[in-house]
């Protein structure tokens, strides 16, 4: 008869009968048969992912400019599938832009934002009910902005 003997740093026995042994070694099984399990339903679930391949929209703001450094420049996407960001126009005037799920495009620019080269609204990203954060450009410094869908008085009761 075989006997397996473990100790710990205290010197005392661990396991010291057979039965305790077909415990352990069952107990090891299992939970190794249940990760390879997992491994390897995370494998086909990916492999499968994949298969179907990436979806690309293309899409550019109304108003982008096509010269070199102008151009439509997402910078924001939230859960819903809403994009946020900006887009330089022929003057390199820069816009703000939020485009839905449905594919339907907001521009917009931040009040007291210049209309001159370089100039305009950064819209920088966005949150999951739509509110886009970012910043323009003064002559002195650089102001936030916090663009919403509600109402002044609903923000005004915000935290």
Excluded: W
């Amino acid at each position: 008869m075989f006997t397996l003997t473990m100790r710990c740093q205290e010197e005392e026995p661990v396991m010291t009968n057979r039965l305790t042994l077909l415990h352990f070694c069952s107990s090891v099984r299992r939970k190794g048969a249940l990760a390879i399990c997992l491994a390897l339903c995370t494998l086909v679930l990916g492999i499968s992912a994949r298969a179907q391949g990436p979806t690309f929209t293309t899409f550019d703001a109304p108003g982008a400019g096509t010269a070199a450094g102008q151009g439509t420049f997402g910078l924001g996407i939230n859960p819903h599938g809403t994009i946020a960001g900006i887009y330089v126009d022929a003057n390199y005037a820069y816009h703000g832009f939020l485009r839905a799920k449905s594919g339907n495009i907001t521009t917009f620019d931040a009040p007291g934002a210049g209309t001159g080269p370089f100039q305009g609204t950064f819209a920088v990203g966005l949150n999951l009910s739509g509110a886009i954060a970012g910043y323009y450009p003064t002559a002195a410094s650089r102001r936030l902005m916090l663009r919403t869908q509600a109402p002044p008085a609903a923000l005004a009761a915000l935290p």
